[in-house]
Protein backbone atom coordinates (compact mmCIF):
# COMPACT_ATOMS: atom_id res chain seq x y z
CA UNK A 1 0.00 0.00 0.00
CA UNK A 2 1.16 3.12 -0.56
CA UNK A 3 0.37 6.15 1.85
CA UNK A 4 1.16 9.93 1.14
CA UNK A 5 3.79 10.34 3.54
CA UNK A 6 6.48 13.21 4.78
CA UNK A 7 9.80 12.05 5.90
CA UNK A 8 11.55 14.18 8.16
CA UNK A 9 14.36 15.54 9.86
CA UNK A 10 17.00 12.98 7.60
CA UNK A 11 20.35 13.52 6.07
CA UNK A 12 18.95 13.65 2.42
CA UNK A 13 21.31 12.86 -0.42
CA UNK A 14 20.05 13.41 -4.08
CA UNK A 15 22.32 10.88 -6.22
CA UNK A 16 25.13 14.40 -6.42
CA UNK A 17 25.39 15.57 -2.55
CA UNK A 18 23.04 15.65 0.79
CA UNK A 19 21.10 17.91 1.25
CA UNK A 20 20.20 21.02 3.57
CA UNK A 21 16.80 20.30 3.37
CA UNK A 22 15.52 17.41 5.46
CA UNK A 23 12.20 16.73 4.78
CA UNK A 24 10.95 15.19 1.92
CA UNK A 25 7.10 14.16 0.42
CA UNK A 26 5.63 11.47 -1.26
CA UNK A 27 2.49 10.98 -3.00
CA UNK A 28 -0.56 8.51 -3.08
CA UNK A 29 1.08 7.40 -6.53
CA UNK A 30 4.65 6.62 -5.40
CA UNK A 31 6.25 9.28 -6.63
CA UNK A 32 8.25 12.36 -4.77
CA UNK A 33 6.81 15.28 -4.76
CA UNK A 34 8.24 18.13 -2.56
CA UNK A 35 12.18 18.35 -0.90
CA UNK A 36 11.91 21.10 1.34
CA UNK A 37 13.26 22.22 4.96
CA UNK A 38 11.17 21.49 8.20
CA UNK A 39 8.34 20.35 6.16
CA UNK A 40 4.84 20.13 8.57
CA UNK A 41 3.03 17.14 8.02
CA UNK A 42 -0.60 17.89 5.77
CA UNK A 43 -3.74 16.20 7.48
CA UNK A 44 -3.89 12.56 6.34
CA UNK A 45 -0.48 12.04 5.78
CA UNK A 46 2.07 9.39 7.53
CA UNK A 47 4.95 10.67 9.07
CA UNK A 48 8.24 8.69 9.23
CA UNK A 49 10.43 10.56 11.79
CA UNK A 50 14.44 10.00 10.31
CA UNK A 51 16.13 11.06 13.49
CA UNK A 52 19.01 12.39 11.99
CA UNK A 53 19.58 9.02 9.48
CA UNK A 54 20.06 8.77 6.05
CA UNK A 55 17.35 9.26 2.74
CA UNK A 56 19.08 7.88 0.17
CA UNK A 57 17.10 7.21 -3.56
CA UNK A 58 17.19 3.35 -3.56
CA UNK A 59 20.44 2.09 -5.16
CA UNK A 60 20.46 0.62 -8.94
CA UNK A 61 22.65 -2.29 -9.54
CA UNK A 62 23.21 -1.98 -13.27
CA UNK A 63 25.42 -5.73 -13.40
CA UNK A 64 23.62 -8.56 -11.50
CA UNK A 65 23.17 -12.18 -12.58
CA UNK A 66 19.68 -13.76 -11.14
CA UNK A 67 19.97 -16.85 -13.76
CA UNK A 68 16.14 -16.37 -14.12
CA UNK A 69 14.58 -18.49 -16.15
CA UNK A 70 16.59 -21.36 -16.33
CA UNK A 71 18.92 -21.81 -12.98
CA UNK A 72 16.71 -20.82 -10.20
CA UNK A 73 18.80 -23.58 -8.32
CA UNK A 74 21.53 -20.85 -8.10
CA UNK A 75 19.22 -17.63 -7.41
CA UNK A 76 16.29 -16.31 -9.59
CA UNK A 77 14.72 -13.65 -9.19
CA UNK A 78 12.45 -13.96 -5.80
CA UNK A 79 15.64 -14.82 -3.94
CA UNK A 80 17.66 -12.30 -5.83
CA UNK A 81 15.28 -9.67 -5.57
CA UNK A 82 14.88 -9.73 -1.82
CA UNK A 83 18.75 -10.05 -1.52
CA UNK A 84 19.06 -6.86 -3.71
CA UNK A 85 16.41 -4.80 -0.79
CA UNK A 86 19.03 -5.95 2.11
CA UNK A 87 21.21 -4.06 0.05
CA UNK A 88 19.87 -1.20 -0.58
CA UNK A 89 19.20 -1.94 -4.02
CA UNK A 90 15.48 -1.00 -5.82
CA UNK A 91 16.74 -1.55 -9.86
CA UNK A 92 18.55 -3.94 -11.21
CA UNK A 93 19.97 -4.66 -14.52
CA UNK A 94 20.39 -8.14 -14.91
CA UNK A 95 22.71 -10.39 -17.39
CA UNK A 96 21.51 -13.40 -18.39
CA UNK A 97 24.23 -15.17 -18.70
CA UNK A 98 23.17 -18.99 -18.84
CA UNK A 99 20.93 -20.46 -21.27
CA UNK A 100 18.32 -18.95 -22.54
CA UNK A 101 20.06 -16.28 -23.74
CA UNK A 102 18.27 -12.89 -24.57
CA UNK A 103 19.05 -13.06 -27.99
CA UNK A 104 15.44 -12.26 -28.96
CA UNK A 105 12.74 -9.87 -28.78
CA UNK A 106 10.22 -12.22 -28.37
CA UNK A 107 13.04 -13.81 -25.34
CA UNK A 108 12.87 -10.48 -23.72
CA UNK A 109 9.69 -9.62 -24.17
CA UNK A 110 8.57 -12.96 -22.31
CA UNK A 111 11.20 -12.47 -19.45
CA UNK A 112 9.65 -9.03 -18.60
CA UNK A 113 6.31 -10.28 -18.55
CA UNK A 114 7.31 -13.17 -16.67
CA UNK A 115 8.66 -11.69 -13.42
CA UNK A 116 6.04 -9.43 -13.05
CA UNK A 117 4.87 -11.17 -8.93
CA UNK A 118 8.39 -12.60 -8.94
CA UNK A 119 10.98 -9.71 -8.51
CA UNK A 120 10.65 -7.17 -5.54
CA UNK A 121 12.82 -4.47 -7.24
CA UNK A 122 12.40 -2.74 -10.74
CA UNK A 123 14.50 -4.80 -13.44
CA UNK A 124 15.74 -4.21 -16.79
CA UNK A 125 17.23 -7.31 -18.07
CA UNK A 126 19.89 -6.81 -21.00
CA UNK A 127 19.68 -8.00 -24.22
CA UNK A 128 22.50 -10.83 -25.47
CA UNK A 129 24.67 -9.96 -28.18
CA UNK A 130 25.12 -13.02 -30.01
CA UNK A 131 24.62 -14.48 -33.11
CA UNK A 132 21.42 -15.58 -33.53
CA UNK A 133 20.61 -11.67 -31.56
CA UNK A 134 21.66 -9.77 -34.49
CA UNK A 135 18.63 -9.54 -36.83
CA UNK A 136 16.43 -8.88 -33.74
CA UNK A 137 18.88 -5.81 -33.14
CA UNK A 138 17.04 -2.92 -34.94
CA UNK A 139 14.48 -1.25 -32.41
CA UNK A 140 15.47 -3.81 -29.58
CA UNK A 141 16.03 -0.50 -27.45
CA UNK A 142 12.45 -0.33 -26.74
CA UNK A 143 13.12 -3.88 -24.80
CA UNK A 144 16.05 -3.22 -23.12
CA UNK A 145 18.96 -0.63 -22.33
CA UNK A 146 21.80 -2.28 -24.02
CA UNK A 147 23.16 -5.52 -25.40
CA UNK A 148 25.79 -7.64 -23.26
CA UNK A 149 28.85 -8.88 -25.17
CA UNK A 150 31.30 -10.90 -23.72
CA UNK A 151 34.93 -10.52 -25.07
CA UNK A 152 37.17 -13.21 -23.17
CA UNK A 153 34.89 -16.50 -22.22
CA UNK A 154 33.62 -16.40 -18.54
CA UNK A 155 30.45 -18.44 -18.35
CA UNK A 156 30.62 -20.22 -21.55
CA UNK A 157 27.32 -18.34 -22.83
CA UNK A 158 28.33 -16.62 -25.95
CA UNK A 159 31.58 -15.01 -25.97
CA UNK A 160 33.45 -13.76 -28.96
CA UNK A 161 37.59 -13.79 -29.37
CA UNK A 162 38.13 -13.14 -32.89
CA UNK A 163 38.24 -9.55 -34.04
CA UNK A 164 36.19 -10.29 -37.37
CA UNK A 165 33.38 -11.42 -34.97
CA UNK A 166 33.55 -8.63 -32.66
CA UNK A 167 33.30 -5.77 -35.34
CA UNK A 168 30.66 -7.19 -37.66
CA UNK A 169 28.41 -7.89 -33.95
CA UNK A 170 29.78 -4.02 -32.85
CA UNK A 171 28.70 -2.82 -36.29
CA UNK A 172 25.44 -4.61 -35.77
CA UNK A 173 24.85 -2.60 -32.86
CA UNK A 174 26.13 0.41 -34.39
CA UNK A 175 23.68 0.25 -37.24
CA UNK A 176 20.71 -0.30 -34.61
CA UNK A 177 21.88 2.71 -32.44
CA UNK A 178 21.77 0.43 -29.04
CA UNK A 179 24.62 0.46 -26.49
CA UNK A 180 26.41 -2.25 -25.79
CA UNK A 181 27.99 -3.83 -22.44
CA UNK A 182 30.86 -5.52 -22.32
CA UNK A 183 32.78 -8.06 -20.14
CA UNK A 184 36.58 -7.21 -21.55
CA UNK A 185 39.30 -9.80 -20.81
CA UNK A 186 41.57 -11.49 -24.10
CA UNK A 187 41.46 -15.10 -24.78
CA UNK A 188 44.87 -15.46 -26.40
CA UNK A 189 46.40 -13.91 -23.07
CA UNK A 190 44.61 -15.46 -20.84
CA UNK A 191 45.52 -18.83 -22.69
CA UNK A 192 48.87 -18.17 -22.55
CA UNK A 193 48.96 -17.37 -18.80
CA UNK A 194 46.92 -20.91 -18.60
CA UNK A 195 50.34 -22.50 -20.72
CA UNK A 196 52.47 -20.64 -18.49
CA UNK A 197 50.99 -21.42 -15.00
CA UNK A 198 48.89 -24.43 -15.65
CA UNK A 199 51.09 -27.06 -14.37
CA UNK A 200 53.24 -24.77 -11.74
CA UNK A 201 51.80 -26.62 -8.11
CA UNK A 202 52.34 -22.85 -6.55
CA UNK A 203 50.83 -20.67 -8.75
CA UNK A 204 48.29 -22.56 -10.89
CA UNK A 205 45.34 -21.37 -8.96
CA UNK A 206 46.13 -17.56 -8.38
CA UNK A 207 43.73 -16.75 -10.33
CA UNK A 208 45.10 -13.06 -10.73
CA UNK A 209 48.09 -14.53 -12.90
CA UNK A 210 45.75 -16.77 -14.92
CA UNK A 211 43.75 -13.73 -16.11
CA UNK A 212 46.18 -11.27 -15.64
CA UNK A 213 46.04 -7.50 -15.52
CA UNK A 214 47.21 -7.27 -19.65
CA UNK A 215 44.34 -9.51 -20.51
CA UNK A 216 41.80 -7.01 -19.64
CA UNK A 217 43.83 -4.03 -20.86
CA UNK A 218 44.19 -5.41 -24.11
CA UNK A 219 40.82 -6.30 -24.67
CA UNK A 220 39.49 -3.30 -23.47
CA UNK A 221 41.88 -1.24 -25.86
CA UNK A 222 40.47 -3.53 -28.66
CA UNK A 223 37.00 -3.08 -27.72
CA UNK A 224 37.16 1.18 -27.89
CA UNK A 225 39.23 0.65 -31.64
CA UNK A 226 36.35 -1.24 -33.08
CA UNK A 227 33.64 1.52 -31.23
CA UNK A 228 35.36 4.25 -32.61
CA UNK A 229 35.89 2.68 -36.05
CA UNK A 230 32.11 1.53 -36.37
CA UNK A 231 30.56 4.65 -34.22
CA UNK A 232 29.25 1.93 -31.43
CA UNK A 233 28.00 3.55 -27.51
CA UNK A 234 30.33 0.74 -25.43
CA UNK A 235 30.32 0.58 -21.84
CA UNK A 236 32.85 -1.31 -20.24
CA UNK A 237 31.58 -3.63 -17.34
CA UNK A 238 33.34 -4.32 -13.90
CA UNK A 239 36.56 -2.88 -14.64
CA UNK A 240 39.13 -4.32 -12.73
CA UNK A 241 42.50 -2.72 -13.41
CA UNK A 242 43.70 1.00 -13.31
CA UNK A 243 45.21 0.83 -16.49
CA UNK A 244 41.87 -0.38 -18.36
CA UNK A 245 39.55 2.34 -16.55
CA UNK A 246 42.15 5.10 -17.61
CA UNK A 247 41.94 3.75 -21.09
CA UNK A 248 37.79 4.49 -21.30
CA UNK A 249 38.08 7.60 -19.34
CA UNK A 250 41.01 8.96 -21.48
CA UNK A 251 38.38 7.51 -24.88
CA UNK A 252 35.29 9.84 -23.54
CA UNK A 253 37.76 12.90 -23.10
CA UNK A 254 38.58 12.37 -27.25
CA UNK A 255 34.59 12.30 -27.25
CA UNK A 256 34.10 8.99 -27.53
CA UNK A 257 30.59 7.66 -26.53
CA UNK A 258 32.59 5.34 -23.96
CA UNK A 259 31.61 4.58 -20.41
CA UNK A 260 32.94 2.09 -17.56
CA UNK A 261 32.39 1.04 -14.35
CA UNK A 262 33.77 -1.24 -11.75
CA UNK A 263 32.75 -3.59 -8.82
CA UNK A 264 32.79 -3.32 -5.39
CA UNK A 265 35.11 -6.24 -5.11
CA UNK A 266 37.93 -4.39 -7.12
CA UNK A 267 37.60 -1.14 -4.74
CA UNK A 268 37.91 -3.23 -1.50
CA UNK A 269 40.16 -6.37 -1.55
CA UNK A 270 43.62 -7.40 -3.48
CA UNK A 271 44.73 -10.64 -5.39
CA UNK A 272 46.46 -11.71 -2.02
CA UNK A 273 43.71 -11.12 0.34
CA UNK A 274 41.30 -12.89 -2.60
CA UNK A 275 43.62 -15.44 -2.75
CA UNK A 276 44.57 -16.13 1.06
CA UNK A 277 40.00 -16.65 1.50
CA UNK A 278 39.74 -20.49 1.17
CA UNK A 279 36.83 -22.52 -0.89
CA UNK A 280 37.70 -19.87 -3.92
CA UNK A 281 35.25 -17.24 -2.59
CA UNK A 282 36.92 -14.43 -4.26
CA UNK A 283 37.68 -16.41 -7.66
CA UNK A 284 35.55 -14.00 -10.29
CA UNK A 285 36.39 -13.01 -13.60
CA UNK A 286 37.90 -10.54 -13.93
CA UNK A 287 40.35 -11.56 -11.24
CA UNK A 288 40.92 -9.46 -8.16
CA UNK A 289 43.96 -7.41 -9.37
CA UNK A 290 46.44 -5.15 -6.87
CA UNK A 291 47.32 -2.62 -4.62
CA UNK A 292 47.95 0.40 -7.40
CA UNK A 293 44.68 -0.96 -8.84
CA UNK A 294 42.40 -0.83 -6.15
CA UNK A 295 44.05 2.46 -5.20
CA UNK A 296 43.76 3.80 -8.50
CA UNK A 297 39.94 2.56 -9.16
CA UNK A 298 39.26 4.02 -5.42
CA UNK A 299 40.82 7.61 -6.57
CA UNK A 300 38.81 7.67 -10.24
CA UNK A 301 35.54 6.54 -7.94
CA UNK A 302 36.11 9.28 -5.53
CA UNK A 303 36.65 12.40 -8.20
CA UNK A 304 33.77 11.59 -10.36
CA UNK A 305 35.80 10.38 -13.28
CA UNK A 306 34.63 6.90 -12.65
CA UNK A 307 30.65 7.72 -12.15
CA UNK A 308 29.20 4.19 -11.72
CA UNK A 309 29.58 0.79 -10.12
CA UNK A 310 27.73 -2.26 -10.42
CA UNK A 311 28.04 -5.43 -8.26
CA UNK A 312 28.62 -8.70 -10.77
CA UNK A 313 26.29 -10.41 -7.94
CA UNK A 314 26.86 -14.08 -9.54
CA UNK A 315 25.71 -16.31 -6.80
CA UNK A 316 27.17 -20.09 -7.04
CA UNK A 317 25.83 -22.51 -3.87
CA UNK A 318 29.09 -22.83 -1.82
CA UNK A 319 29.73 -26.70 -2.50
CA UNK A 320 30.14 -25.58 -6.00
CA UNK A 321 32.62 -22.62 -5.14
CA UNK A 322 34.31 -24.85 -2.84
CA UNK A 323 35.38 -27.61 -5.58
CA UNK A 324 39.01 -27.26 -6.40
CA UNK A 325 40.18 -24.39 -8.12
CA UNK A 326 40.21 -25.16 -11.86
CA UNK A 327 36.39 -26.58 -11.35
CA UNK A 328 35.12 -23.78 -8.91
CA UNK A 329 32.60 -21.59 -10.91
CA UNK A 330 33.81 -17.32 -10.84
CA UNK A 331 31.32 -14.97 -8.91
CA UNK A 332 29.58 -14.78 -5.57
CA UNK A 333 27.13 -12.57 -4.52
CA UNK A 334 26.94 -9.54 -3.51
CA UNK A 335 23.98 -7.41 -4.65
CA UNK A 336 22.73 -8.34 -0.74
CA UNK A 337 25.54 -5.81 0.75
CA UNK A 338 25.91 -3.00 -1.79
CA UNK A 339 25.10 0.48 0.24
CA UNK A 340 27.19 -1.19 3.23
CA UNK A 341 30.37 -2.13 0.78
CA UNK A 342 29.89 1.20 -0.73
CA UNK A 343 30.06 3.20 2.54
CA UNK A 344 33.22 0.84 3.17
CA UNK A 345 34.59 1.88 -0.23
CA UNK A 346 34.26 5.83 0.79
CA UNK A 347 35.87 5.23 4.16
CA UNK A 348 39.07 3.37 2.86
CA UNK A 349 39.60 6.18 0.11
CA UNK A 350 39.51 8.36 3.36
CA UNK A 351 36.80 10.36 1.52
CA UNK A 352 32.95 11.72 2.44
CA UNK A 353 31.17 9.00 0.64
CA UNK A 354 29.11 11.35 -1.83
CA UNK A 355 31.03 9.85 -5.19
CA UNK A 356 30.48 6.67 -3.92
CA UNK A 357 26.80 6.78 -2.87
CA UNK A 358 26.65 8.76 -6.74
CA UNK A 359 28.08 5.38 -8.40
CA UNK A 360 24.92 3.22 -7.23
CA UNK A 361 22.09 5.62 -7.65
CA UNK A 362 22.13 8.52 -10.08
CA UNK A 363 25.19 7.57 -12.12
CA UNK A 364 23.82 4.42 -13.47
CA UNK A 365 20.64 5.88 -13.71
CA UNK A 366 22.06 8.46 -16.22
CA UNK A 367 24.24 6.13 -17.95
CA UNK A 368 21.46 3.40 -18.37
CA UNK A 369 18.54 6.39 -19.15
CA UNK A 370 16.50 5.63 -15.90
CA UNK A 371 15.11 9.54 -15.80
CA UNK A 372 12.96 8.29 -12.79
CA UNK A 373 15.38 6.10 -11.01
CA UNK A 374 18.55 7.03 -8.48
CA UNK A 375 17.66 10.59 -7.22
CA UNK A 376 16.05 12.23 -4.96
CA UNK A 377 14.00 15.02 -7.08
CA UNK A 378 10.06 16.20 -7.61
CA UNK A 379 8.50 13.87 -10.10
CA UNK A 380 11.03 10.89 -9.53
CA UNK A 381 9.91 7.76 -8.14
CA UNK A 382 9.67 7.46 -4.21
CA UNK A 383 12.26 4.71 -4.19
CA UNK A 384 14.12 5.18 -0.79
CA UNK A 385 16.23 3.97 1.53
CA UNK A 386 16.72 4.81 5.30
CA UNK A 387 20.04 3.81 6.71
CA UNK A 388 21.69 4.58 9.97
CA UNK A 389 25.63 5.79 8.86
CA UNK A 390 27.23 4.68 11.58
CA UNK A 391 25.48 1.43 12.82
CA UNK A 392 27.99 -1.21 12.27
CA UNK A 393 27.47 -4.97 11.89
CA UNK A 394 29.27 -7.66 10.91
CA UNK A 395 28.40 -9.95 7.98
CA UNK A 396 26.84 -13.24 9.34
CA UNK A 397 26.15 -14.90 5.53
CA UNK A 398 23.39 -17.66 7.12
CA UNK A 399 21.23 -14.28 7.48
CA UNK A 400 21.14 -13.07 4.36
CA UNK A 401 18.72 -13.33 1.61
CA UNK A 402 20.18 -14.39 -0.99
CA UNK A 403 19.82 -18.34 -2.25
CA UNK A 404 23.29 -19.02 -1.77
CA UNK A 405 23.55 -17.96 2.08
CA UNK A 406 27.50 -17.09 2.21
CA UNK A 407 28.78 -14.21 0.99
CA UNK A 408 32.92 -13.50 0.75
CA UNK A 409 32.83 -10.51 3.18
CA UNK A 410 31.80 -13.11 6.09
CA UNK A 411 33.01 -11.55 8.89
CA UNK A 412 33.83 -8.08 7.99
CA UNK A 413 31.93 -5.42 9.82
CA UNK A 414 30.59 -2.77 7.83
CA UNK A 415 28.57 -0.02 8.73
CA UNK A 416 24.99 1.87 6.65
CA UNK A 417 22.84 -1.45 6.06
CA UNK A 418 19.38 -0.77 5.34
CA UNK A 419 16.84 -0.14 7.70
CA UNK A 420 13.82 0.60 5.91
CA UNK A 421 13.43 0.33 1.71
CA UNK A 422 10.79 1.57 0.02
CA UNK A 423 9.72 1.16 -3.69
CA UNK A 424 7.53 3.42 -5.37
CA UNK A 425 5.98 4.58 -1.81
CA UNK A 426 5.48 1.23 -0.57
CA UNK A 427 7.71 -0.12 2.31
CA UNK A 428 8.73 -3.46 1.46
CA UNK A 429 11.80 -3.88 3.49
CA UNK A 430 12.17 -3.30 7.24
CA UNK A 431 13.26 -5.39 10.44
CA UNK A 432 16.06 -7.18 8.30
CA UNK A 433 13.16 -8.67 5.83
CA UNK A 434 10.80 -7.99 2.95
CA UNK A 435 7.55 -6.49 3.30
CA UNK A 436 4.47 -7.80 1.07
CA UNK A 437 4.33 -9.35 -2.15
CA UNK A 438 6.79 -8.72 -4.84
CA UNK A 439 5.99 -5.01 -6.46
CA UNK A 440 8.86 -5.17 -8.60
CA UNK A 441 7.86 -3.57 -12.43
CA UNK A 442 10.07 -3.62 -15.44
CA UNK A 443 11.27 -0.37 -16.62
CA UNK A 444 11.06 -1.55 -20.21
CA UNK A 445 8.05 -3.72 -22.04
ZN1 LIG B 1 28.64 -10.43 -14.80
Known amino acids: MTFPTLFRGGQ???????????????????????????????????????????????????????????????????????GALHGGVTTVGEIQNNPPLMDSVAELTQKLSKLRGVSRVDYMPYGSLVEPAL??????????????????????????????????????????????????????????????????????SRHDLRRPVEAEVQSVQDAIAVAEEVGLALHVFHISTYAAARLVIEAAKRGLPVTGSTAPHYLLIEAEEAHRRGQNRFKVNPSIKYAEDRAGLLQL????????????????????????????????????????????????????????????????????????????????????????????????????????KWSPYQGRELRAFPERVYLRGSLVFADSRVQGEPLGEPLFA
Not at 159 to 174: E, K, N, Y
Open 301 to 404: VASGALPVVGTDHAPHPLEEKNRPYAKAPSGFPSVDLLLPLMVAAADMAEVSPEAFLHAVTKGPAEEFGLGKKGRLAVGADADLVIADAQAKRVVEESTLPSRS
Open 12 to 82: LFDGDRFLEADCLRTDAGGKIVEIGATLEPKPGEEVVELEGKWLLPGLVDCHVHFREPGLERKEGYAFGSA
Open 135 to 204: PELPGIDRHCAAVKCFLGCSTGAGGVDDAATMRRWFQAAAEAGIKVVAHCEDNHIMASADAKYGNDPELA
